[in-house]
């Protein structure tokens, strides 16, 4: 292998190593330039054969017998054939996300060092152009050890025949060609299986994006669902109480019961939609309404406007979920809301939690506290009774 043969021969590997990471691209939606990049792999390495036109040449022009001249022609294109039948067989398996058979692929390695043998004799010293060949298909698709091996066996190949065969020049630089070939053809091997791993790093985050959402919208849907029909209930018990005592407030708690209905619905819309936010002031109002029409005495200190702007949302569904536990589970009398800039705390005289707590709601509004890096606490009162308390840093 002459010095400018293998000098070309480096050049040219190094640029295609150079373009083809640019193909194995994440930019794309979903890596599809990466998998087009890796089933398109086994075509771009046909474009290095062309540097076979080297031992090719000296065939043609080689005069010695007939016999040995047709030998080395066919055994060159059974070398190119076995070279891209190797590479497609590698990167239809990766591009797969197949195990890759290292048997099989020792054996494509193998396969090409015994065919550069019978075109030894009428290629010269140029068959050794067919090592790098094999060097980089080795260090691309063998395990690192044995990679090294076949390194290590070419580069004696390509050091030490062209110093023993008597008709053959040597040359100082196949070596480090050979070598930087192999590096380069090893760097590009680790580059494409770090992006095609970042592209199921992504694949995945995509994934844990969608179930995290669907979460989302199933915990509001519980936490709007769970207060509204909660207080639809309520009214609609209290206004078959009142239907015969007080026809006209019975008329009113139906009404109320039909526009919570139409707020429900509407909020639920919103929810799914990703539109949903409470706003404090509103939910003071309809938790009055809630806890009196249960029969209970609300008591509110503070007011929305004394809420710090940042907390007002997470309060108000704090106060939605504490008060929907209150006339749902509580069996009390009273109810205490108090509001300070940065907690909001609500209290009732029931029977207090059974066990530990941690419903779906307590876990939805630890949830979105986390988010804002607030605390819950969800305890037992001093005096018996329910103790919700958030507090934001």
Not at 138 to 166: D, H, K, Q, W, Y
Not at 190 to 214: F, G, H, K, M, P
Not at 330 to 338: G, L, N
Not at 346 to 363: A, M
Request: proline residues 4%.
């Amino acid at each position: 292998m002459s010095r400018t043969t293998g000098a070309t021969l480096y050049r040219s590997l190094w640029s295609h190593f150079v373009i083809e990471p640019r193909e194995v691209n994440l930019d794309d939606s979903e890596g599809t330039r990466l998998r087009d990049a890796v089933r398109r792999g086994w075509v771009f390495s046909a474009v290095w054969l062309i540097y076979l036109i080297y031992p090719v040449r000296a065939v043609a022009g080689y005069d010695g017998p007939v016999a040995w001249k047709i030998a080395a022609a066919l055994s060159l294109i059974a070398f190119a054939a076995v070279f891209l039948g190797g590479f497609r067989d590698f990167r239809g398996r990766l591009h797969a996300a197949e195990d890759v058979r290292v048997p099989r692929q020792w054996a494509v390695v193998v396969t090409l060092m015994l065919l550069l043998v019978p075109a030894a004799p009428a290629a010269g010293d140029s068959v050794l152009t067919g090592c790098v060949f094999v060097a980089v298909l080795a260090v691309m698709t063998l395990p690192r050890r044995s990679a090294l091996v076949v390194l290590a066996a070419n580069f004696v190949a390509v050091e030490g025949l062209p110093r023993i065969v008597p008709s053959w020049t040597p040359d100082d630089s196949a070596g480090f060609t050979l070598g930087v070939a192999a590096f380069a053809a090893w760097g590009i091997s680790q580059l494409v299986a770090r992006n095609i791993q970042l592209n199921e790093a992504r694949r995945r985050l995509s994934d844990l994006a969608v179930v995290e959402e669907r979460e989302r919208v199933a915990r509001d849907v519980h936490d709007i669902l769970g207060h509204s029909l909660t207080v639809i209930t309520v009214k609609a018990e209290l206004a078959g109480r009142l239907l015969e005592l007080d026809p006209a407030r019975a008329a009113a708690e139906i009404a109320d019961v039909e526009s919570l209905s139409r707020a429900a619905l509407a909020d639920v819309r919103s929810t799914v939609g990703g539109l949903r936010h409470l706003r404090l002031e509103t939910e003071l109002r309809g938790v009055r309404s809630a806890v009196e029409a249960a029969g209970m005495v609300v008591h509110i200190e503070g007011s929305a406007a004394g809420v710090d702007e940042d907390c007002r949302e997470l309060f108000a569904w704090a106060m939605r979920e504490a008060v929907t536990n209150v006339v749902r589970h509580s069996k009390a009398t009273e109810c205490r809301i108090r509001l300070d800039p940065r907690r909001i705390t609500v209290t009732d005289n029931g029977v207090g939690p059974q066990g530990k707590s941690t419903g779906t709601g307590l876990r939805g509004l630890s949830d979105r506290a986390d988010a804002l890096g607030a605390t819950v606490r969800a305890a037992r009162g001093s005096d018996g009774g329910f103790v919700l308390t958030v507090t934001a840093p």
